[in-house]
């Protein structure tokens, strides 16, 4: 199911195109990375996307509801957490979850339960009583992951969650977003700058650049749009013996072995997994590991964005 879709969304201001005819489609379930510098219409796409703006021409739906047209059914079902999230400081954490509760139409037991379970899935639970002034940047995240939870939405938006974050803090948000994304089969959109923490979490991943959509899909497919094709082949032996290595490297379609030891990479034209499998077993090798790399999306990325 399309959960996400906009066609030639377009968004001007005076005489400045900020986003150019982006047409984008993003399935129920998907983790979408949103990628680009500075000003390339990340999030102006976003706001139009929630109804907080209106485009200039095209349209955008979430769940089949016009942004603009549905407003108010569209964000019944959909959560944002900004780049910089605003709580009610003096108000303690269940308290600003009681105050979001209440804002979307849920009250008494089913506020009550709905707040608890939230603060106890982002691991808040024993600080729910504090004042938010007490709270680190990374808190803050976590309570705003808990507020998108507490309405129970079907897609959310996550402009740059991770800014301002230490390292261990970084990736308690990257796991929670692929929990709460797995748990409740929700949409996921995320915009950041850190393409490391893009692809840990993102199944597929969009490119602006100065306010166009210039790539979209999974990394494995923006890989080949990049013209990158090789495949490469991590593999772990009992014992890399000279015949074994000799017998991959003449398989059709292997470019090359490197490695020492009992441990090798196979850079391919393609997967060659099963056919490097027979042809270790057929030597009497022993395969203790066998993976493929994963595609670096900071390359793949630069290569697109040089293009464009």
């Not at 899935?121 to 939870?149: C, N, P, T, W, Y």
């Not at 032996?237 to 017998?247: H, P, S």
């Not at 059709?252 to 030891?261: A, D, M, Q, S």
């Amino acid at each position: 199911m399309v959960m996400i879709e906009t066609n030639q969304l377009t968004k001007v201001y005076g005489h400045t195109t900020v986003v150019d005819n982006v047409n984008l489609k993003i399935d129920e379930g998907h983790i979408f990375g949103f990628l680009g510098p500075n000003g390339a219409g990340k999030t102006t796409t976003i706001l139009m996307l929630l109804g907080l703006t209106s485009p200039t021409s095209g349209t955008a739906h979430i769940s089949g509801f016009d942004s603009t047209r549905e407003a108010l059914k569209v964000k019944r079902i959909a959560g944002y957490i900004p780049e910089r999230v605003g709580f009610y400081n003096d108000m303690s954490a269940k308290q600003n979850l009681e105050y979001t509760a209440n804002l979307n139409g849920i009250f008494g037991q089913k506020a009550n339960q709905g707040v608890s379970k939230a603060l106890e899935d982002v691991g808040l639970k024993d600080r729910a009583e504090e004042v938010v002034a007490h709270f680190s940047k990374g808190m803050k995240q976590r309570l705003a992951i808990a507020d998108i939870l507490v309405k129970q939405p079907k897609v959310a938006f996550l402009d740059e969650p991770t800014t301002g974050i230490d390292p261990a803090g970084i990736t308690q948000i990257l796991d929670l977003i692929s929990h709460i994304a797995k748990s409740n089969n929700m949409t996921i959109v995320m915009s950041s700058h850190q393409l490391s923490q893009i692809q840990r979490v993102c199944s597929h991943v969009g490119i602006m650049s100065k306010g166009h959509l210039i790539s979209a899909g999974s990394i494995e497919q923006l890989s080949k749009q990049a013209g990158d094709n090789k495949v490469v082949i991590e593999i772990q032996l009992a014992e890399a013996t000279a015949d074994i290595v000799e017998a991959i490297k003449n398989l059709p379609g292997v470019i090359g072995v490197e490695g020492e030891t009992n441990s090798l990479n196979i850079t391919c034209n393609e997967d060659l997994r099963r056919q490097i499998s027979k042809v270790i077993s057929d030597k009497g090798g022993l395969i203790t590991q066998m993976k493929l790399q994963s595609y670096a999306l900071e390359d793949v990325y630069m290569k697109i964005l040089k293009g464009a």
